[in-house]
Every structure is written in C-alpha cells, then in structure tokens.
C-alpha cells in the first residue's frame, strides 16, 4: 500500500490498490500510519479528506530525554517523504482540506514556474489548515514564494500550526521559510499562525529577499 494509495483510500472509505479500507464509521479522521523509511514522489499529494499521517514513533522508553530528564527520550525522525527536488510535497490549495503530519519530514520539495505551476510553496501549498508536530521540512525551495510553505488565501479561519519541528535549509525568492496572499475574497487575509519550540536555521540565500 503506497501513500498515494493510502490517501486516496481515505477519501473513498473503501479498499484501493493495495490498501484496506480502515474505520469506515461515518465522521471519523482519516489516520495514514507510515513505516520508517524514506517515501519518494514523482508528484505531488493532495488529499480530499481530513487525514492525519503519522511517521514511525520516535519515543525510546528505554532513555530519558536529555531536557526534561523524562522518559521517553526523542529519536531522531524515521519517516520522510521527499520531493526528489522535482515535486511540491503537498497541495491543498484546490481541495481546501485541512491535514496533520506528526513525526514526519519533508524534504527536497519543489515549487517552479513551468508546465503551469505558480512556483510557491515548495513543501507545502496550503488551503486548509495544516499542522506539523515533531517534524521536519528541510531543503525545500519555491521559485517564487514560500520556500517551505505558502499559504492561499482562501479562507481567513485557516489555522497553521508548526510544533517542536525543524525548518532548514529552504529556499525562495520572498519567504524563504513562509509566505502567504496578501488578499483573499476581496478582503484581507487573517489566517492564524502559530510557530512554538521550532528551530528555523540556514534559510534563504544571498538571493532571497525574507524568510518571513
């Protein structure tokens, strides 16, 4: 069962490709739990259902974790999915629906400007809320805007979350780490934004005109 077929299972509730249907009971979230392993992409994923996508745990219950003296210790991130640098990772724009990776890292995501892309978000396109707990998204780049993330202003609710999670290494000419529409349905674009115990380090580029 790939991700892309995981995926798509979720919005149908039935069996697709090689994966099982799963809790099928009537308003229940999609839950998509990944292996360790690196999942590469030739395209990007835009999910049509409200789905949480989990990564392999981190938690070492045999080690305290060095800042809180508490067990469990965090290990290093075990799941990645990349764009092999000639993909955007994930797309919502156009389904407007709102996603959760926990325990995951994006990388090598990319957003250009042939073939009719618009060149922003290179990890991410966002039209939905979207949150990232214990993750990463490394060594991303958009051509235009939102090296990392670019949010669509589509709906002024919108929430984005990024927790406890690793932003390096991204790239774009306007918002290197996230960028976003100034006006959206004539009106200004308030979406909420939160961004609580990340590390944001080596963004941008001598060519790069913000990181924010």
């Known amino acids: 069962c790939s991700l892309r077929e995981a995926i798509i299972t979720a919005k149908k509730n039935a069996a697709y490709g090689g994966c099982t249907a799963g ?14 392993g690196r999942y590469k992409l030739d395209s990007e994923l835009a999910p049509e259902s409200v789905v949480i ?17 508490t067990y469990p210790a965090l290990e290093g991130i075990k799941t990645i999915i990349s764009g092999e640098g000639r993909t955007r990772i994930f797309n919502t724009s156009k389904t407007e629906i709102s996603f959760t990776l926990n325990n995951i890292q994006l990388e090598n995501g990319y957003a250009g400007t042939k073939n009719g892309q618009n060149g922003r978000g290179g990890a991410v396109l966002i039209g939905a809320d979207f949150t990232l707990n ?21 709906n002024n609710e919108k929430k984005i979350s990024i927790n406890s999670s690793l932003i390096r290494g991204n790239d774009a000419a306007k918002g290197s780490v996230i960028a976003m529409d100034c006006y959206g349905n004539m009106d200004d674009t308030k979406p ?3 961004f609580e115990r990340n590390s944001i380090i080596n963004n941008g580029s001598a060519n790069s005109n913000s990181t924010f």
């Open 53 to 69: 996508i989990n990564g392999a745990s981190r938690e070492n219950f045999k080690e305290k974790n060095k800042l809180t003296q």
């Open 192 to 194: 909420s934004l939160f």
């Open 23 to 36: 809790n099928t009971v009537y308003g229940q979230t999609d839950r998509i739990q990944l292996e360790t």
């Open 134 to 154: 214990n993750g990463a998204i490394v060594n991303s780049e958009a051509e235009v805007a939102g090296g990392a993330i670019y949010n669509v202003a589509l």
